[in-house]
């Protein structure tokens, strides 16, 4: 080959040699931004709030069990985790984490240990369905939840036989002793009781009190309280709520003795104050009437058909879910992202935290089904049917 042609030669080689150079960094500049972008997707900063307490977490990963994993956050079986640990989390998203234990609960005197994912003491005893005007607990609701037991006493009916009176009280307390204070009996030294002062409170339980014999000229004495009922417009029609317990009040007596021989044969009396007036037991009823059937229109998929259906299926009629729709237009608007800022309630139910719904699906936050279960279910157990805790509602403004 003369010099002419090798020199011609290398100039068609030239742009062949720059061609495949630059397909070969085209690759590599692929393979470098490819791992890029998959490290960005991959890479997160959450915030985890493990029983309250938010914690930010860099993690590599897709899922929740991946970020959890990276911040070293250990979760159970029966712990509350949302979303659930097999969904994709993206960067700067939230997780909520609430560790699961035993809580030792006295209700009435009777002991249980249950299973609570509960921050407060407030929270626990939603769990357990009580209501918060009927019972007295051992800590402020919303004092945290601590390993001690927890102490429950619902409201209770005692019946008081004394000075020849039947007295009718109803009371929170848990012992004997703080269902008469409550009621406003006064015992004066001497005094017997057919139950123990310090015998635990139960709902009907009967106490004869006998009174100690007197020699002075001054005895006390328990005035009943009286009972009125007065109509309650924004309550549902026949439902009863006490609004102010009744108290007993205290009437001294002063007597003239007519003695013989030591012995009192006579007593009259000369005067007769009440220093302690009785308080009148104040019952509410409700005159309002529930909400019409027959004008609850439902639109097709939207949420109230997926809760016509769930209400359907739990046995409750065409009244109950009338019911229902009103108490969710009230708190809602049945708007699944609903939120209130002030108090952080969440949801069609406004679950109150609104991760308390995650025990119903890892989709609490967008899911009406889901959100609609766990309303049902709160329902049910707090109240009994909608129309009692929508008779809640407009009673107290929350149910």
Same mark, same amino acid.
């Given at each position: 080959?003369?010099?002419?042609?090798?020199?011609?030669? *290398?100039?068609?080689?030239?742009?062949?040699?720059?061609?495949?150079?630059?397909?070969?960094?085209?690759?590599?500049?692929?393979?470098?931004?490819?791992?890029? *972008?998959?490290?960005? =997707?991959?890479?997160?900063?959450?915030? /985890?709030? /493990?029983?309250?307490?938010?914690? +930010?977490?860099?993690?590599?990963?897709?899922?929740?069990?991946? /970020?959890?994993?990276?911040?070293?956050? !250990?979760?159970?079986?029966?712990?509350?985790?949302?979303?659930?640990?097999?969904?994709?989390?993206? @960067?700067?998203? &939230?997780?909520?984490?609430?560790? $699961?234990?035993?809580?030792?609960?006295?209700?009435?005197?009777?002991? @249980?240990?249950?299973?609570?994912?509960?921050?407060?003491?407030?929270?626990?005893?939603?769990?357990?369905?009580?209501?918060?005007?009927?019972?007295?607990?051992?800590?402020?609701?919303?004092?945290?939840?601590?390993?001690?037991?927890?102490?429950? *006493?619902? #409201?209770?009916?005692?019946?008081?036989?004394?000075? $020849?009176?039947?007295?009718?009280?109803?009371?929170?307390?848990?012992?004997?002793?703080?269902?008469?204070?409550?009621?406003?009996?006064?015992?004066?030294?001497?005094? &017997?009781?057919?139950?123990?002062?310090?015998?635990?409170?139960?709902?009907?339980?009967?106490?004869?009190?006998?009174? !100690?014999?007197?020699?002075?000229?001054?005895?006390?004495?328990?005035?009943?309280?009286?009972?009125?009922?007065?109509?309650?417009?924004?309550?549902?029609?026949?439902?009863? =709520?006490?609004?102010?317990?009744?108290?007993?009040?205290?009437?001294?007596?002063?007597?003239?003795?007519?003695?013989? %021989? %030591?012995?009192?044969?006579?007593?009259?009396?000369?005067?007769?104050?009440?220093?302690?007036?009785?308080?009148? &037991?104040?019952?509410?009823?409700?005159?309002?009437?529930?909400?019409?059937? @027959?004008?609850?229109?439902?639109?097709?998929?939207? !949420? +109230?058909?997926?809760?016509? $259906?769930?209400?359907?299926?739990? %046995?409750?009629?065409?009244?109950?879910?009338?019911?229902? /729709?009103?108490?969710? #237009?009230?708190?809602?608007?049945?708007?699944? #992202?609903?939120?209130?800022?002030?108090? %952080?309630?969440?949801?069609?139910? &406004?679950?109150?935290?609104? @991760?308390?719904?995650?025990?119903?699906?890892?989709?609490?936050?967008? #899911?009406?089904?889901?959100?609609?279960?766990? $309303?049902?279910?709160?329902?049910?157990?707090?109240?009994?049917?909608?129309?009692?805790?929508? !008779?809640?509602?407009?009673? *107290?403004?929350?149910?």
């Amino acid at each position: 080959m003369t010099d002419a042609e090798a020199r011609a030669t *290398s100039r068609r080689s030239t742009p062949r040699r720059r061609l495949t150079r630059l397909v070969s960094q085209a690759a590599v500049l692929a393979v470098v931004a490819g791992a890029t *972008s998959a490290f960005a =997707v991959l890479h997160k900063q959450v915030t /985890v709030d /493990v029983d309250g307490h938010p914690v +930010q977490v860099e993690a590599f990963g897709r899922t929740v069990s991946d /970020v959890l994993a990276s911040g070293g956050i !250990a979760v159970g079986d029966r712990d509350l985790v949302a979303p659930a640990l097999g969904e994709p989390i993206a @960067s700067e998203g &939230q997780i909520v984490v609430r560790h $699961g234990r035993d809580l030792d609960v006295e209700v009435d005197g009777s002991v @249980s240990r249950v299973w609570t994912t509960a921050l407060t003491v407030g929270e626990a005893v939603d769990g357990l369905g009580l209501r918060d005007d009927d019972v007295r607990l051992s800590a402020s609701r919303s004092a945290a939840l601590t390993r001690e037991t927890l102490r429950v *006493s619902t #409201n209770k009916t005692i019946h008081l036989v004394v000075d $020849g009176q039947v007295i009718d009280g109803v009371s929170s307390a848990a012992t004997v002793r703080d269902s008469l204070k409550d009621i406003g009996l006064v015992l004066e030294e001497g005094d &017997q009781l057919s139950v123990p002062l310090d015998a635990t409170s139960v709902d009907g339980l009967v106490v004869l009190v006998t009174r !100690a014999s007197t020699s002075g000229e001054t005895v006390t004495e328990a005035v009943p309280f009286e009972s009125q009922e007065v109509d309650d417009p924004k309550a549902i029609k026949g439902t009863k =709520v006490i609004a102010t317990k009744g108290k007993a009040g205290v009437r001294t007596t002063t007597y003239e003795l007519e003695v013989v %021989g %030591g012995v009192v044969t006579g007593r009259t009396p000369i005067a007769s104050v009440i220093t302690v007036p009785p308080v009148t &037991q104040v019952t509410k009823v409700g005159t309002q009437e529930l909400p019409d059937p @027959s004008v609850v229109i439902v639109e097709p998929g939207s !949420a +109230q058909e997926i809760a016509k $259906g769930m209400v359907a299926a739990r %046995g409750w009629g065409d009244d109950q879910f009338a019911c229902l /729709v009103a108490l969710w #237009n009230a708190e809602s608007g049945w708007r699944v #992202n609903a939120g209130n800022k002030s108090s %952080g309630a969440y949801g069609i139910p &406004q679950a109150l935290p609104g @991760s308390k719904m995650a025990s119903a699906g890892a989709d609490w936050m967008t #899911n009406p089904a889901t959100q609609i279960t766990w $309303g049902l279910g709160y329902i049910e157990g707090r109240y009994g049917t909608p129309c009692a805790a929508y !008779a809640k509602h407009e009673s *107290s403004g929350w149910y």
